[in-house]
């Protein structure tokens, strides 16, 4: 029963959608350390523990691990997995993770210290898609990701797209992240280039939105 007190569990009385829930919870929480888990991904045995270590061993206050990306497939009425493979493999770089995504949600392990760092930045409800993106961004300003070759999770993916990862249109998201954080790049010219050639390659013209 002692364990069982340990948890808290907040139901919304409405939908919140993904960056408002996260922002339930973490303002929420009271312990020294953060991470995510959407409800169709998984950690994998001792994930935490070994998380927790090498946090502490590097003298980190972020640490990311690897995920599997765990594809399923609608066979008689059911989702069935077909198939797993390495899901992202990115090195972590304060210019880098302004062009893309460094992993997973449930990758990074983060420290309260690590938020205070980052003003306690909350995950934007504006966004309806990589709010994980633009929130890791803004830990990443004062706080340096260390790097774990480790694959410790799985996230799951319907090849149907009836989840949100696949079916949602990321583009409107990706521009509203570059116009936010591009101004604090250390290579400017070389973080312009290359979100602008993401924005090209999608069909965008960067200047019609000041990009």
Same mark, same amino acid.
């Given at each position: 029963m002692n364990g069982l007190r340990k948890v808290k569990y907040i139901?919304?009385?409405?939908?919140?959608?993904?960056?408002?829930? !996260?922002?339930?919870?973490?303002?929420?929480?009271?312990?020294?350390?953060?991470?995510?888990?959407?409800?169709?991904?998984?950690?994998?045995?001792?994930?935490? *523990?070994?998380?927790?270590?090498?946090? *502490?061993?590097?003298?980190? *206050?972020?640490?990311?691990? !690897?995920?599997? @990306?765990?594809? @399923?497939?609608?066979?008689?009425?059911?989702?069935?997995?077909v198939h797993k493979q390495l899901y992202w493999d990115s090195i972590f770089d304060k210019d880098l993770i302004l062009v893309q995504n460094i992993a997973p949600c449930c990758c990074p392990l983060f420290s309260r210290k690590a938020w205070d760092d980052s003003d306690n930045y909350l995950f934007d409800e504006k966004m309806t898609t990589t709010e994980d993106h633009d929130f890791f961004i803004a830990l990443s300003r004062k706080t340096d990701f260390k790097e774990l070759k480790l694959v410790d999770c799985e996230c799951s993916y319907r090849k149907d797209k009836t989840q949100m990862t696949g079916r949602d249109n990321f583009l409107p998201n990706w521009i509203i992240t570059f116009k936010k954080w591009r101004h604090t790049a250390r290579d400017l010219n070389w973080v312009k280039e290359h979100q602008n050639n993401i924005l090209m390659k999608a069909g965008v013209n960067p200047e019609d939105h000041g990009l």
């Open positions: 139901e919304n009385k409405k939908n919140k959608g993904l960056a408002g829930t !996260r922002n339930v919870a973490i303002k929420a929480s009271t312990g020294d350390y953060i991470v995510l888990l959407d409800d169709d991904d998984i950690f994998l045995p001792y994930a935490l *523990e070994f998380r927790m270590y090498m946090m *502490e061993k590097l003298n980190a *206050e972020i640490v990311y691990t !690897r995920a599997l @990306w765990d594809i @399923w497939e609608k066979k008689d009425n059911t989702y069935v997995s």
